[in-house]
C-alpha cells in the first residue's frame, strides 16, 4: 500500500523559507510522477512543481524562480524547497504520486489524474 506523508511545514514571515518534505514508502519512486499541490482556503487545488516519471520538471509559473522540487532517491522522499516565501503562498500544501507507469505530461496540475496523495502540510507566510 502506497502512503504520502508530508512534513515541514509552519509559519514564516513573508520573504523567509521552508522546505517541505514527502516520504513515501510502497512506492516504487524512482519510477513515479510526484507533483506538489496546494490549496488556499475557497480556492481549488492547484499544481505548484511536477518531478515527472521521465525527468522533466515544472511549475507554476507564480512559483518559478522562487521555489525547486528535487527528490533524495536513497531516502525516497520528494522536497520543496521554497524561497522567496509571500503572503499568496499560504495554503495546505499536498505532495501527490502517479501509478507507476504513468506520466504527468503537459496536464500535470491535473488533480484527478493523481493516484495517491498525502495528509497535507499548512504554509503560513505573514506580511
Known amino acids: 500500500q502506497v502512503h504520502l506523508v508530508e512534513s515541514g511545514g509552519g509559519s514564516v514571515q513573508a520573504g523567509g523559507s521552508l522546505r517541505l518534505s514527502c516520504a513515501t514508502s510502497?512506492?516504487?519512486?524512482?519510477?513515479?510522477?510526484m507533483a506538489w499541490f496546494r490549496q488556499a482556503p475557497g480556492k481549488d487545488r492547484e499544481g505548484v512543481a511536477v518531478s515527472d516519471a521521465d525527468g522533466i520538471i515544472r511549475y507554476l509559473d507564480s512559483v518559478k524562480d522562487r521555489f525547486a522540487i528535487s527528490r533524495d532517491h536513497a531516502e525516497k522522499t520528494l522536497y520543496l524547497q521554497m524561497n522567496s516565501l509571500k503572503p499568496d503562498d499560504t495554503a495546505m500544501y499536498y505532495c501527490?504520486?502517479?501509478?507507476?507507469?504513468?506520466?504527468?505530461?503537459?496536464?500535470?496540475?491535473?488533480?484527478?489524474?493523481?493516484?495517491?496523495w498525502g495528509q497535507g502540510t499548512q504554509v503560513t507566510v505573514s506580511s
Open positions: 501527490a504520486a502517479l501509478k507507476i507507469g504513468r506520466y504527468g505530461g503537459s496536464t500535470w496540475s491535473a488533480t484527478d489524474e493523481y493516484d495517491y
Open positions: 510502497g512506492y516504487a519512486f524512482t519510477g513515479g510522477c
